[in-house]
């Protein structure tokens, strides 16, 4: 179970207090509903958990959820709670061929994420018996998640509010630094992920570039010591500590044709060398993160200059080898 007071550990008591009036035949009382959901069982005092619970009423409301409220029993003063299934449930969703078009473009979205086998499945869902054609966004090649080995473990650690440990580098300031970190927001901003969080070490929230992150990321099993702020900002804060663009940098690659549709769009100039490989002269910032979105498109991509972020595209492809081989081996 998520830690108390997190925005995780709320939206699972209301879905559990929802699936609880949902399968409820009968109005439920107040007291039965403490003993169905877990998190009103750990309240200490009746006041503590009458509180959550009005709270928690108001919250479905504004959501949209009809919670209806009954007398019951020979008592007037005694009144149950329930959701009424046929006010609930949603009717058939009818989608054009563009909608449906727009849906198969967001499950590709998933395409390099832990989720894509679900995506997967629920495109099919969705698609099943119908004529629905992503022709429109032909080209396009959205992806979620960042190339940096760092990504998914932070995301986790946002998701479960678990406190993490990894080594950091500063521009400018040399050899990375280890940081003790409770994660709140994974956010990206200009083409880059950043993770918005409490650095235990200094006491304060800060912002980490991923692409700075020097480590692997350790999950301690520490529970977060305290909720996200409300008025925390992700976006105002990385734009106050990371507002500066890195100086843009000339580079040379051969694209395959038919591939490459984000780097074409980006380019400068896209001129054909053969049948199979047009050149795409376009600039790019951060070398880390450029070099992982090059490395993402396997061998439809190849880098003609500058000769560093050939070689950092090398040693991401290398490491995906040797990552296999060990896996393989295990």
Do not use: C
């Not at 550990?9 to 879905?15: G, Q």
């Not at 198969?104 to 998933?110: C, F, T, V």
């Amino acid at each position: 179970m998520a830690a108390p007071n997190t925005p995780q550990a709320k939206t699972e008591r209301l879905l559990n207090l929802t699936m609880s009036l949902l399968s409820a035949q009968i109005p439920v009382p107040k007291h039965r509903i403490r003993q169905l959901v877990e998190a009103y069982r750990s309240v200490e005092s009746d006041e503590a958990f009458d509180r959550m619970f009005e709270r928690d009423k108001e919250d479905l409301r504004a959501m949209g959820i009809p919670l209806v409220t009954e007398d019951i029993g020979l008592f007037e003063d005694e009144q149950g709670y329930r959701i009424d299934r046929r006010d609930y449930d949603l009717p058939a969703v009818e989608l054009s061929a563009d909608e449906m078009a727009v849906v198969g473009l967001a499950s590709r979205a998933w395409a390099h994420a832990t989720m894509a086998g679900t995506a997967a499945t629920a495109w099919r869902k969705v698609a099943a018996g119908d004529e629905g054609s992503e022709e429109p966004f032909v080209g396009l090649e959205p992806q979620l998640g960042g190339g940096e080995p760092s990504f998914e473990p932070l995301k986790d650690a946002v998701l479960t509010s678990s406190t993490v440990r990894f080594d950091y580098t500063r521009p400018g300031k040399g050899a990375p630094l280890p940081r003790h970190v409770e994660p709140w927001y994974l956010t990206a901003w200009h083409g880059r992920w950043y993770l918005v969080g409490h650095d235990l070490d200094r006491g304060a929230p800060r912002v980490f570039r991923l692409s700075r992150i020097g480590s692997a990321v350790a999950v301690t099993g520490e529970q977060q010591t305290q909720g996200v702020p409300d008025e925390v900002d992700p976006l105002s804060m990385i734009a106050a500590t990371d507002g500066q663009e890195p100086a843009a940098v000339p580079a040379v690659l051969r694209v395959r044709t038919g591939a490459g549709h984000l780097l074409r769009r980006r380019a400068r100039r896209v001129q054909p060398v053969d049948e199979q490989w047009d050149r795409v002269d376009l600039d790019h910032g951060d070398r880390g993160s450029f070099a992982a979105e090059i490395a993402s498109h396997g061998p439809d991509v190849i880098v003609d200059e500058p000769a560093e972020l050939r070689a950092a595209v090398i040693e991401r492809l290398e490491a995906v080898v040797a990552a296999h081989d060990e896996e393989v081996g295990a």
